[in-house]
């Protein structure tokens, strides 16, 4: 049996188990209003709960990077989405703040492998040209997960409650492995599906390091070139506006205008189709101007500049505009927009400059400083929002420039790294 584009077929795989990634770690913030009632914590401890996960999380950025790159993207994706399904469901569990912040550390070391598995797996699947669309439409699931979670857990919450909704949506990660391992049986070289034009699409469209065997790099070799700090950089200020909204947005609801779980399930969507749109445009911009004869390095700084200015246009309208929760959601559509316009083609620089046995690790790295930034900043919004939270929308918006600027800066020119 031969399938024509088997390509798509996976990267389409790796966006529903964002979605599921999405829909999982989005519960705990959609019902903490009556969690915390339940269980008699308060925004000081969701504040813990949200760090706990992600020092988690960063660590396994790292960790699951070398994964990838040692066990390879079918296995390493098993073992992820497993891990992340089975710590969804102890969330049921749950008494108080130290169970769920164990139960919370599982939930982030699973959920880490999905972003460095995917950059892996594009690079050996995808055409250097195609890989930021592909990324995009991974992203893409990041963004219809967290469309698709508030109204789907709010309603699970009105009829199961808590702790039977966390196990319900756990479930989907463990029913997720089986068509994974049915569809992913190899690499493009050895896959009995893959017809030959296909195969032979994907070859052309790589650099030689792509197709190269033998041991990866060292972190220590990664690091030594310069462009690989783009990477880290850029990911250390761009990541933070993510997840600013995506971990705190339900509790702003809450506090400026005393939504509670049904109402936040029912109009927290709205930024993430702004989101969903921004990683497919985002993929596509680049792409095309790769067909219509820019070099890598244009199409990508060109992409990212473009994704930054209307990130920032966003966040500075949050701040002057944003005046009713009608507006305040729209506007962070725009955000999020840019958000994901740009990071599409910023996680791709992983695969654009080292392939074969490291992109992997520079992906998973780059995914741990980029929540060096998120951790500090979890601490700090519980202390400045007992005031007002437009100081944090004008500390990430002094991001954004930051993060563009620092591709700029460190990556003179984005090509394979021999």
């Not at 469901?89 to 108080?96: D, E, F, L, Q, Y």
């Amino acid at each position: 049996m031969k399938v024509k584009g088997l390509r798509w077929w996976i990267i389409t795989l790796i966006g529903i188990a964002t979605v599921i990634n999405y829909i999982d770690r989005s519960a705990l913030s959609i019902m903490w209003p009556s969690i915390s009632e339940d269980l008699g914590m308060d925004k000081n401890d969701y504040a813990l709960i949200l760090n706990v996960f992600m020092v988690a999380y960063a660590i396994g950025q790292s960790l699951s990077g070398k994964m990838f790159d040692k066990i390879g993207s079918r296995f390493g994706f098993v073992v992820s989405i497993t891990v992340w399904g089975l710590a969804t469901m102890m969330h049921a569990m749950a008494k108080g703040i130290f169970s769920f912040s164990a139960f919370r550390v599982i939930l982030g070391l699973g959920e880490a492998g999905n972003w460095p598995g995917a950059v892996k797996s594009n690079a050996e699947w995808f055409p250097v040209k195609e890989r930021a669309m592909a990324q995009g439409i991974f992203n893409s699931g990041a963004a219809l997960g967290s469309v698709v979670a508030p109204p789907l857990i709010a309603i699970l919450w009105i009829a199961y409650g808590w702790q039977t909704t966390f196990i319900l949506i756990g479930v989907l990660g463990l029913i997720w492995v089986i068509p994974w391992l049915i569809i992913n049986k190899a690499k493009p070289n050895g896959h009995p599906w893959i017809t030959e034009e296909e195969k032979e699409y994907i070859k052309k469209g790589q650099s030689e390091a792509d197709n190269a065997e033998g041991k990866g790099l060292s972190m220590k070799e990664i690091l030594s070139h310069r462009a690989s700090w783009a990477v880290l950089i850029s990911r250390f200020f761009i990541e933070p506006i993510w997840w600013l909204f995506v971990g705190w947005m339900p509790i702003y609801l809450a506090d400026v205008y005393g939504f509670n779980v049904k109402e936040i399930g029912f109009f927290a969507w709205v930024p993430y189709v702004g989101a969903a749109l921004g990683s497919l445009s985002g993929g596509y911009f680049a792409g095309r101007l790769m067909l219509n004869g820019a070099s890598v390095d244009q199409a990508r700084k060109r992409t990212i500049l473009i994704g930054g200015i209307i990130m920032f246009v966003g966040l500075i309208m949050t701040i002057m505009f944003a005046d009713t929760a009608l507006k305040f959601v729209l506007i962070v559509a725009l955000v999020l927009y840019g958000f994901q316009f740009v990071i599409s083609n910023i996680q791709t620089l992983a695969s654009d400059l080292f392939s074969g046995k490291s992109c992997g690790s520079l992906a998973g790295l780059g995914g741990t400083f980029g929540l060096f930034s998120v951790f500090i900043m979890n601490f700090l919004v519980p202390v400045i929002t007992d005031y007002s939270y437009t100081p944090i929308f004008i500390m990430i918006a002094v991001f954004v420039p930051l993060g563009v600027g620092s591709v700029y800066w460190f990556a003179k020119e984005i090509k394979p790294i021999s």
